[in-house]
């Protein structure tokens, strides 16, 4: 069996159209309240959090609803297409507020542009978790790998596009000495790439006809420990896979908590600790990001061949090591060193290990029909942990030093570990070849 490339690329146009609109949202949106708006860093930073807050309900909610949605064009595609076009409309708004209130200040204009802000986080809530769905929905489990690898790099296509658009339109050359930048153009553009990614997805992919070829596979393919049949003829979930649910939905906090406080805390840290500017430092992200995106479809064959929660685990393995190594580098040499780039380039490797293969775990384990809820698990704990991370490894670089981000990063990761080692359930059955010339026959 081999993974439709094509086809996973074209289901993975609503994901890119997420990230990218994400991508715009974290750069533009701060720049408009602080340099439209004036507000201070404070009630800023909770605006800005507002997103994280709705997705933790959201995400799971709608994950849950389109389960239970049937219509002629699929269970995920109503939510997506709705969800998009609200959004699109919405997002129209918001740098025309902007535009008109810094030709003429008005609290009302403020408070429309909190509330359309608002409507917007809540219209793209409800179909993230319905558009990742759709790739399990249409991929049979041994290959939901490879898929969601592919997913994840749609995804960092979005948030290039977003950069080189941005790069081009907003370039120092445009914009010094402006007193105001008009965004309309960058928006405009996001919008219009929104609309043709899910246009094409919806004539391309036909997800009630893919998704029923999936489900007879399934049927053809039953895996009996997943799943159990009552007295009444109702199925449920066994108790040791709801365990091992339990164990990797840890699993997910843990390492997005230590992972998210380093990314996060990264450029402040260099400056601090090492004296780096804030290029320096941001190469040294961009260098794993880069890493991690040429990793993925690696990743992705990897795990077909040696299963996921070993490759979850070596990439959490590598990912605490190399916070350790950074902390020791803090200590000893109190300086930047080139060491930290190659170090980042594994951080970058090993998060693409533990990203790809995480979701599919997930979803391995729901029963038939529950792929939206069980994404929506996915995606609580994941947000709880990039909610609560902030505040807590903040706290610590405030009040103890900034010595203890990376051992807060690999004690957190760490821990994931030993979490994962009790996880049972989820992980693909690879088959390995007899004749080791065999693995390199579906490479072609």
Known sequence: MKLDYKRTFLVGLAFMSICMFWQMYDSIIPLILRNTFHLNDTLSGVIMALDNVIALFLLPLFGNVSDKCNTK???????????????????????????????????????????????????????????????PDVTPKPLRSKANAVINLMGAVGGILYLIVTSILYSTARTAGLAHVDYRPLFIIVQVTMIISVAVLYITIKEPKLAAECQEYEKAHPEDDLEEVDESGISYTPKPVKRSLAFILISIALWFTGYNAVTTAFTKYAHVEWGMSLGAAALSVTIGMAVAIVSYIPIGELASRVGRKRTIIIGCAILSMCFLIMAVITFVLHAFSPVIYVIFAFVGFSWAAINVNSLPMVVEMCKGGEIGKYTGYYYTFSMAAQIITPILSGALLQYVGYWTLFPYGAVFVGLSIVTMLQVKHGDNRPNMPKDKLEMFEDLD
Request: avoid cysteine.
């Open 73 to 135: 064009i699929g269970k995920r595609m109503p939510f997506i297409i709705g969800g998009t076009a609200v959004s699109v409309i919405l997002m129209t708004f918001l740098p025309i507020i902007d535009n008109v209130y810094f030709d003429n200040p008005a609290g009302g204009l403020l408070t429309g542009f909190i509330i359309i802000l608002a409507l917007l986080l809540i219209a793209m809530g409800t179909y993230r978790s319905p558009a990742v769905a759709l790739m």
